[in-house]
């Protein structure tokens, strides 16, 4: 398809007169039609908020012009703008339009031209986002999706790149030495973005989308496959004759007040405790020469194992060369063996083997190489301090004094793409480290009761005494990044997200009778599904049990007591001891049970009036109540684990990923090897047995896309995965995995879209100070003055349940929490 041809472009004109540039604004605002908009800079940071100069790049089908504002008048010139670009806004057509309108209100509001900030609510169409509704991975453009090359192929248009104008100089030397290359390529691109914007609105216009209720404007997304013409409003149910909708309208009623949400949440920013970060620094050094030594401990083992020979390591763990020595190498030139001799996997561009984290985790999985899983948690702790504590430290801005992070909604399935930093992959857990005692020097119990001059002259017990005192002991120390988004003084960060966004949404798309009634009945669908995936290895231990050991795990120790109560009836004991201590060796279980029965014999002494039996032993006899809590506990671990293989295994199924990336993340989460083939056995267990549905619905959402070439999502968006017509069958099965997957993850980023867009313009939200400053998957930050919190987290947990407009069979249910940091929130 092409848009226009090359002899249509009109010649570029530069404008740097303030009268000029007068007139031509009049004129632009007498037309009508869309008008391509562009900015070009030659230094910027903060992505837009700080910015060293820029010119203007306006076209209509007859015009293409730069408009400078760094020579001479620029004052007067932004002034003229100021006044013509918000009036005409509803005509601009972008590509990227957050970077421009950052341009246009960092520059201006900051002290580098006008200190008036121009700032643009709206557009005509940004066809960087228009084209994610059709031709989201650039497939004809061969996996392009920039500019200049969707301009070459759609449009004919001859396109220049910059480095080759600017040759990385920066816009302002390009101007300066070659004005007429640089004024072309400046309107050359908002032609482009003209005229792709012109071309994605007949495509979109051409694909329907869904229908209007004639009743109360709602979006149906449902229709009746018998009645073509009814579809079904949450609100007025089957209804007929409302307005027909395209995905033209998603772009203009979604996508383009969307794209203004998130520049707003851009310039509001994070903020931080600065000297919370500060203070990281070093225990998180402290942590990184630990796991260090953790590597060195199990490489060393392994290798002794293997070779019989014990070697000092001392490895760069940064250095891809060394470590390729070490886990392909064999024997040095000596005869000396210097490495496990592991098969090589994937290769780099340069032929040798990778050692990037896919690779290593690939390597973990088939061949079972040690050392990888502390290898990579120290390349993800080296990332925390490198990228989240330093790297935020140095994007500290300085007139607000917040982190203003980028996001963009460019993303293949529409979730969100945090940079700078990516506050997605904060971490969650705490980082834990051991720092040394607080006293300067920590003596001996000998030089402490020495009796001659130098010594303290204390009795042993004395010198016992002032040991134990907290300045001698070792320091736990918990660092935590999501710890360092704090509310300033008088307010509250809200901290709400939906509670499994993704499997109830499975359960909507897949239909599956049994998930929904797990979902329904309250049950904890990991426990569920390990009960049933590993029923014949749990000699009849169930649901009930691998839920009580969840309890048990995050602190709920309610079950626990109820089954030391049992305790005192009659044949209790010998049960527990069968289903609990299946784990302890022969000699071990008498003890066990004589433990159990102590436990028993304190019944007849229990008169009820504490809050349990439970309660009552643990107050009675510290000592003997942790006793049989571990015992009860047993095997306690081997469940947890199989429940982490099971929710991995579920999600893996629900983001479409492999047996050979369930295998690695199973290893991660349980800390034990586990096979693919074992990881391709469970993904078939839980997908076609304990959840048939979602078998089901894999194969239907295949067949979808074999047939028509497009999968939708819950809200009937479109999703076009590549490759399913290709001739490569590896590009075809990876259509086919985007299928299965795309339609949950779509509708997850639609729902989420959603709930962010009508907080943004709820009313009640907006007169309590409320702003929206960040989303982390299903996670949505929101900044309120302290006395509206409580409100506030009602009302925000209210709009994420209801602005969705979807009619699933289970509801989807939100969770928060007010506090004073992200990491309490949460």
């Known amino acids: 398809m092409r848009f226009t041809p090359r002899s249509e472009i009109p010649p570029a004109v530069f404008l740097n007169d303030p009268d000029e540039v007068a007139q031509l604004c009049e004129r632009y605002s007498r037309m009508d039609g869309p008008i391509g908009f562009d900015t070009e800079t030659s230094g910027l940071d903060f992505d837009g908020l700080l910015v060293d100069s820029y010119v203007v790049g306006l076209c209509t089908h007859d015009h293409r012009v730069a408009i400078s504002t760094y020579e001479s008048g620029c004052s007067e010139i932004l002034r003229t703008l100021s006044k013509f670009l918000p009036e005409t806004q509803d005509r601009h057509c972008g590509w990227n339009v957050q970077y421009d309108w950052n341009v246009l209100y960092g520059y201006t509001k900051y002290g580098f031209g006008w200190s008036r900030p121009i700032e643009l ?11 994610c509704l059709f031709d989201e991975e650039g497939e004809d453009t061969y996996g392009n999706r920039r500019l200049k090359d969707r301009a070459r192929h759609w449009l004919g248009l001859p396109m220049n790149d910059f480095d080759s104008i600017a040759q990385k100089m920066g816009f302002r030397w390009a101007m300066s030495e070659n004005r007429d290359l640089a004024i072309d390529y400046a309107t050359r691109d908002a032609w482009a973005h003209m005229g792709l914007c012109m071309l994605g609105q007949k495509v979109t216009e051409s694909m329907p989308w869904c229908m209007a209720c004639p009743e109360c404007g709602s979006y149906c997304y449902e229709q009746d496959p018998r009645k073509k013409h009814e579809w079904k409003c949450i609100h007025h149910g089957w209804v007929s004759g409302g307005q027909p909708l395209t995905m033209w309208d998603w772009h203009v ?15 509001r920013g994070t903020p931080m405790d600065w000297a919370y970060l500060e203070e990281s620094i070093q225990p998180l050094e402290m942590a990184l020469e630990q796991k260090k030594r953790e590597f060195y401990r199990v490489i060393g083992d392994a290798f002794y194992a293997k070779y019989g020979v014990r070697r000092a390591f001392n490895i760069n763990l940064n250095s891809h060369d060394q470590l390729r020595v070490l ?7 000596d005869g000396n063996p210097c490495g496990f001799g592991f098969k090589q996997g994937d290769k780099t561009d340069t032929g040798n083997a990778s050692m990037g984290k896919k690779s290593l985790q690939k390597l973990m999985a088939v061949q079972q190489a040690p050392g990888v899983l502390q290898l990579l948690e120290f390349r993800k702790l080296d990332k925390i301090l490198s990228t989240y504590v ?23 399935t529409g979730r969100l793409l945090s940079r700078d930093p990516n506050m997605q992959n904060f971490p969650t857990r705490d980082v834990v480290v051991m720092l040394p005692p607080a006293a300067p020097y920590v003596p001996t119990i000998e030089e402490m009761t020495a009796g001659n001059a130098e010594g303290w002259g204390m009795s042993l017990e004395e010198a016992e005494e002032e040991l134990a005192q907290p300045q001698y002991q070792e320091r736990e120390m918990r660092v935590n990044i999501r710890r360092a988004v704090k509310a300033p003084k008088g307010f509250k960060i809200l901290c709400a997200d939906y509670s499994q966004l993704e499997i109830r949404l499975t359960a909507h798309e897949s239909r599956c009778e049994a998930l929904i009634k797990v979902l329904k009945d309250g049950l904890d669908m990991h426990c569920y599904a390990a009960a049933r995936a590993f029923e014949s290895a749990l000699n009849g231990v169930g649901y009930d049990e691998i839920y009580e050991a969840k309890q048990w795990d995050d602190g709920d120790t309610g079950p626990r007591h109820l089954e030391l109560f049992k305790l005192a009836e009659p044949g209790q004991a010998e049960r527990i001891l069968q289903a609990r201590l299946q784990g302890l060796l022969p000699a071990e279980k008498p003890r066990a049970m004589e433990t159990l029965a102590k436990v028993a014999s304190m019944r007849a002494r229990w008169d009820g009036t504490e809050d349990g039996f439970g309660e009552f032993v643990q107050n009675s006899n510290p000592e003997l109540y942790l006793e049989a809590c571990g015992l009860l506990g047993t095997r306690d671990y081997e469940l947890l684990n199989l429940r982490k293989s099971a929710k ?15 295998a690695v993340q199973i290893t991660e989460a349980t800390r034990k090897p586990c096979t693919v083939k074992e990881a391709r056995s469970l993904i078939e267990s839980i997908r076609d047995v304990v959840f048939p549905g979602i078998g089901r619905m894999i194969n239907r959402q295949k067949h979808t896309l074999r047939t028509k070439g497009y999968v939708r999502t819950g809200m009937l968006r479109y999703r076009h995965p590549a490759g399913i017509y290709s001739g490569d069958h590896g590009k075809r099965a990876r259509a086919e995995r985007q299928a299965s997957n795309s339609p949950i993850q779509g509708l997850a980023a639609d729902v989420v879209m959603a709930a962010m867009l009508a907080i943004e313009v709820d009313a009640q939200m907006n007169a ?10 299903d996670e949505l930050l929101v900044l309120v003055p302290e006395e509206f919190a409580d409100v506030a987290l009602e009302r925000l947990k209210l709009l994420m349940e209801i602005s969705h407009g979807v009619d699933t069979p289970v509801p989807l249910t939100a969770t928060g929490h007010a506090a004073d940091t992200w990491d309490e929130a949460k």
């Open 327 to 333: 886990y392909h190498g064999t024997y040095d030139r």
């Open 648 to 662: 991995s295994a579920i999600f893996g199924i629900i983001y479409g990923i492999g047996p050979t990336g369930l």
């Open 390 to 412: 330093r790297g935020i430290i140095e994007r500290r801005f300085p007139f607000d004094d917040n982190l203003h992070g980028i996001f963009r909604p460019w993303t293949t």
């Open 253 to 267: 009623r979604r996508d383009i007040p969307f794209l203004k949400l998130l520049q707003r949440m851009q310039i």
């Open 768 to 777: 309590w100070g409320c702003s929206l400053f960040s989303q982390v998957h």
């Open 121 to 131: 609510e709206t557009c005509w169409a940004d066809g960087m986002k228009l084209f």
